[in-house]
């Protein structure tokens, strides 16, 4: 429960002492929760037993509690959720664990707990020591590695993580210095797989990394067991109706503008980076759910540069247009037609930044494969971070255990299934 907690206070430290919450009715709740397969074997008071007191522990780190509310406020319900799955792995049902955190920086991390490598080409990467279930780990085009510490840093877990230092791209502090198609990084990441000599490996993507996994995953084929996908940036497939989402559909036109213009990208750069990071909070004083939708959205406050390095800088805000522009001129349809590996897409209910919509629509209308769906609720777009234990979980279940994750309070799991033509 106190990691339900992190994921509030570490995107907006100040929200419980500024922002009233108001306690459900437990009963009501109770016994929506026992038509869950997950709850449905325990009474309703023990249910609501355990929610009084998981609520009592959570509400102490609220200035103001209310009265108890009838309305449906997104916060109230993300609590009682998580409560809920709290009690089930205090039962033993769900392996929900506390990861390991490495207590150091990031590059720490790399110095103590893995080895550089390079291929016969030069190409640059990480292995890491502990483990034997090799994954190789696809970040965000201009990402830095610090976004996934939690992951890299856990002591606990047997991956063996592979993680490459791209090409323009500085694995530490991020941006984009040199336009890479998505032929030419998969290519590189095939020659790092082959370079460790493995046969199969399981390979784990977050956001626009997608569209490079998937490429790999075909071109692959044979060494390529696994595919992980967590809030895949997937926009401009060829025959699947335009979704964007805000976070797009409000950069598209800065992108459009640099890459008809490439001087503008400092004043346009300079532009994003000045863009207040946090809502204004006081214009959703009295607008709960309206307040924890943006709540869900954000990235932690210590990790938020990394999300936005890549834009704040004039020549990789400029590569990061062509990148864009060249991305939605790859043949993702055909991609994800010939798509083997089985597959797992996790995805926030509150993501901001790609389109949950068009993924769910292209994956059914397109792909032949196995596809597990996993909606998070109370995730945005960092759920690798944020919701760091719920990660661990969903990896276990799919790539350790070999099967689809279990439906619990807080995340929905379904498998997509192709529309058939009549």
Not at 105 to 128: D, K, M, P, S
Request: aromatic share 8%; hydrophobic share 40%; net charge neutral.
């Amino acid at each position: 429960m106190d990691r339900a907690l992190a994921e509030v206070c570490r995107r907006e430290p100040a929200y419980a002492s500024c922002f009233p919450i108001n306690p459900p009715d437990t009963t009501k709740m109770v016994f929506a929760y026992h038509q869950h397969p997950l709850f449905s074997k325990f009474c309703l008071e023990t249910l609501e037993q355990a929610l009084i007191e998981g609520l009592a522990y959570l509400l102490k780190s609220w200035t103001k509690v209310e009265q108890p509310d009838t309305g449906d406020d997104p916060l109230t319900r993300f609590l009682c959720d998580s409560v809920m799955d709290a009690f089930c792995a205090d039962q033993g049902l769900l392996p929900l664990q506390p990861n390991h955190d490495f207590s150091g920086e990031i590059e720490e991390v790399f110095a103590q707990e893995y080895t550089r490598r390079h291929t016969r080409a030069g190409l640059c990467y990480y292995v890491r020591n502990k483990g034997t279930a090799p994954l190789l780990l696809i970040n965000a085009t201009g990402a830095p590695a610090v976004i996934w510490q939690s992951f890299l840093g856990d002591s606990s877990h047997d991956y063996k993580i592979i993680v490459p230092w791209r090409r323009g791209s500085d694995l530490f502090r991020g941006g984009l210095q040199q336009h890479v198609d998505i032929k030419t990084e998969a290519a590189d990441l095939g020659s790092i797989l082959e370079s460790e000599l493995l046969e199969q490996t399981a390979v784990l993507a977050w956001c626009n990394g997608a569209r490079v996994a998937i490429d790999l995953a075909n071109s692959r084929a044979h060494q390529v067991s696994a595919l992980v996908l967590i809030g895949p940036m997937l926009k401009g497939i060829q025959g699947v109706a335009p979704s964007p989402s805000g976070f797009e559909r409000d950069l598209q036109p800065l992108l459009d503008a640099v890459s008809k213009e490439a001087s503008l990208a400092p004043y346009l750069s300079k532009t994003i980076a000045q863009q207040q990071q946090s809502p204004d909070w006081s214009r959703l004083a009295k607008a709960p759910i309206s307040r924890a939708g943006a709540l869900f959205g954000l990235p932690a406050k210590d990790h938020a540069w990394a999300t936005t390095v890549s834009l704040t800088e004039p020549r990789s805000f400029t590569n990061i247009a062509r990148r864009v522009a060249s991305d939605e001129n790859y043949p993702m349809n055909q991609a994800l037609a010939k798509l083997t590996p089985r597959t797992m897409v996790i995805q926030g209910s509150h993501d901001q930044i790609v389109s949950n919509r068009l993924v769910s629509c292209a994956m059914k209308q397109i792909c032949t494969n196995s596809i597990v769906s996993v909606l998070l609720s109370g995730g945005g777009h960092y759920i690798h971070d944020l919701q760091y234990h719920y990660f661990r979980l969903l990896l276990t279940e799919f790539l350790g255990n070999h099967r689809p994750p279990p439906s619990t309070a807080r995340f929905l799991v379904e498998e997509l299934s192709r529309v058939r033509d009549n």
